[in-house]
């Protein structure tokens, strides 16, 4: 197995309540894959509560092997959302994948 870790920082919002509505979006959209992209075994978003930090959320994701990361990554309803939910907001992203 797989596991697929992404963090990401938003970029600043007009208000604490804007960011943390976005943020809601965003994982709720990106949980939803679960039922849309048949590799994914487990997928989880959580936010950051350290405001000392530098990340806003975190990506948790299960597949059965590399290969499955990649077809999840250029799924259509995956680029959906990286592309047309988190893009516009995104200021940096940081990845890594790992055999456990």
Known sequence: MVRHIV?????EFATPADK????Q???EKLEALIN???VLRM???DF????????DLILTTELDTLEDVSTYANHPEHVAVSKGIIGPVKEDRACVDYKF
């Open 7 to 11: 963090m990401f920082k938003l970029k």
């Open 25 to 27: 979006e965003i994982k």
């Open 43 to 45: 997928i989880r978003v």
């Open 20 to 23: 943390q509505a976005k943020m």
């Open 48 to 55: 950051n509560i350290n405001p000392a930090e530098t990340w």
């Open 36 to 38: 849309k992209i048949d």
